[in-house]
């Protein structure tokens, strides 16, 4: 048993990573769409996207964008503590932390046997136009599902099942991560929303096992230690600003 450094609250050390779906995938085929094809309607709706989505360098969206694209564990607890109404260090809440990566880890098993089965290339590889972040960023890797979108809507969807109560704010935080993808223009359009619906089967299917049961209760009861006791709370100003961004969409 260990003591968080800000809360005097005892908090259990995880356990060992048990996978949550067998063979630690889903079918990607069996509920992802095809990747749009150069010149069919989805293709052409995405490269519109692309164009019309540049005019927003600069701006703040685009500015937050470019935070969304951070992943690290200290940055997705900020990127989610305003819709969770607390501030989290990585110390403090380890069972949650499991539970979120676990489920995080399976998700992108999927996710990255689609795209590479389908190797869609990136917008600004097809269209020229700036992006929020250096396109080394993404190396080699391919478009359609978004990577990103699968750890910020996987995130999303484990958090409004440990705190119900703001299902709401939480899903929405998490789907403006999949939506800065496209402001940042390193994603099109239809990789967002392909991983919207990948992602969100597999954490459906990840639920039904005990060990992701066990591991929700574990967090839930860790989260409401934490807010049972003086805790940090996000900046207000902060929140009240991405909240207006997370309402824009594109």
């Not at 119900?164 to 999949?178: C, E, F, K, N, T």
């Not at 992701?212 to 805790?231: G, I, M, T």
Request: glycine share 6%; hydrophobic share 45%.
């Amino acid at each position: 048993m260990v003591f968080s450094a800000s809360a005097q609250v005892p908090v259990a050390a995880p356990a060992a990573r048990t996978n949550y779906l067998p063979g630690n995938a889903v079918d990607f085929a069996a509920v992802l769409p095809p990747a749009p094809q150069n010149g069919d309607a989805r293709d052409e709706a995405d490269r519109r996207i692309f164009r019309a989505t540049r005019a927003l360098q600069g701006s703040p969206r685009w500015q937050m964008a470019a935070d969304d694209s951070n992943l690290g564990v200290p940055a997705m607890l900020r990127h989610f503590s305003c819709s969770l109404d607390i501030a989290l260090t990585p110390q403090q809440a380890p069972r949650l932390l499991a539970l979120l990566q676990q489920a995080t880890r399976e998700a992108a098993q999927s996710m990255a046997q689609a795209k590479n089965f389908y190797k869609r290339q990136r917008p600004f590889l097809v269209d020229e136009g700036p992006t929020c972040v250096s396109p080394d960023t993404v190396g080699n890797s391919f478009d359609y599902p978004s990577g990103h979108t699968t750890a910020g809507w996987t995130w999303a969807l484990v958090l409004a099942q440990v705190d119900p109560q703001r299902a709401v704010p939480i899903l929405a935080r998490g789907r403006a991560i999949g939506d800065s993808r496209v402001v940042c223009g390193v994603h099109n359009a239809s990789a967002v929303e392909g991983s919207l619906t990948l992602t969100s089967a597999v954490v459906a299917a990840a639920a039904g096992s005990t060990a992701f049961q066990s591991d929700l209760a574990a967090a839930r009861s860790e989260l409401a230690a934490l807010r049972s006791v003086p805790h940090a709370q996000p900046e207000a100003q902060r929140c009240a600003a991405e909240a207006e961004l997370v309402k824009s969409y594109w």
